[in-house]
């Protein structure tokens, strides 16, 4: 009976016929999100490695000038950490879709802003939306740990230079980029407004400038979730808003 078993066996093979085993599917290739309109960022171009997906947490920066004028961005703080493991059809750890596409609602609406504040409110538009440390901004490089799902790895920072030029520093710094606007889209109307209710920042498409380390090309902050300012209408002076987004880094 095991050699007829045998002779079975090798013909199956021989016709490529099933013999009992099946091979596991290959991950599926991540796919920039799209707004679901009409209007959407450029693709990245032909032959781009993705090289990163992270959840950014953080704040968006504003100044007013003076009671109703109009809010000037002023940069960015935020903790990356490495989700491109949780894409959906990746592994283990891959969320469903639906729980990817409200990942950053997700972080936002639990966990704390993972950054050290100014306990002064000096300067402040509103009291309630203190500034990020001028020293020490950053809290500990550590997971990210949001209930019911695995940690999110630390990846990194973002941040703007004093020049005012977006710094995005991965991987212990192997990757330094230093960015530049190439595009930008409104968010979806249907998009997070944020815990304060502001609205969600635009999503955006940044390439490298000069004096970047590394093999970062591009990076697209999409599927954002609050950030936008608080508005000029009580105060004048400096206003931070709480916001996630998604970066995907290429190169």
């Not at 979806?188 to 400038?209: E, M, S």
């Not at 990076?219 to 954002?224: F, M, P």
């Amino acid at each position: 009976m095991f050699k007829s078993y045998l002779l079975m066996l090798s013909a199956a093979l021989a016709l490529g016929l099933p013999s009992g085993s099946s091979c596991a599917p290959s991950p599926k290739t991540p796919t920039l999100p799209q707004t679901g309109g009409a209007t959407n960022l450029p693709a990245p171009p032909a032959g781009s490695k993705l090289l990163h997906i992270a959840l950014g947490f953080g704040i968006q920066n504003y100044t007013c000038a003076s009671v109703g004028a109009t809010p000037t961005a002023t940069g960015a703080l935020a903790m990356l950490y490495d989700i491109t493991d949780f894409y959906p059809g990746q592994s283990k750890k891959s969320l469903s879709q639906k729980d990817w596409d409200g990942l950053t609602s997700r972080a936002l609406w639990t966990q704390n802003v993972p950054l050290n504040f100014n306990k002064s409110s000096a300067g402040r538009v509103d009291a309630r939306y203190p500034g990020a440390s001028q020293t020490n901004p950053f809290t500990k490089d550590a997971p990210l740990c949001l209930r019911g799902m695995r940690e999110l790895p630390f990846l990194g920072h973002h941040l703007f230079t004093s020049a005012g030029v977006p710094n995005f520093i991965l991987e212990g710094g192997k990757i330094n980029m230093l960015a530049g606007k190439n595009a930008g889209v409104d968010a979806p109307t249907n998009a997070d407004k944020g815990r304060d209710g502001t609205g969600a920042v635009a999503w955006l498409q940044l390439g490298a400038k000069d004096g970047s380390i590394g093999n970062a090309k591009l990076v697209y902050r999409v599927l954002t979730a609050g950030g936008n300012s608080h508005g000029c209408a009580k105060a004048a002076g400096q206003d931070s808003t709480s916001y996630t987004a998604q970066y995907w880094f290429y190169g």
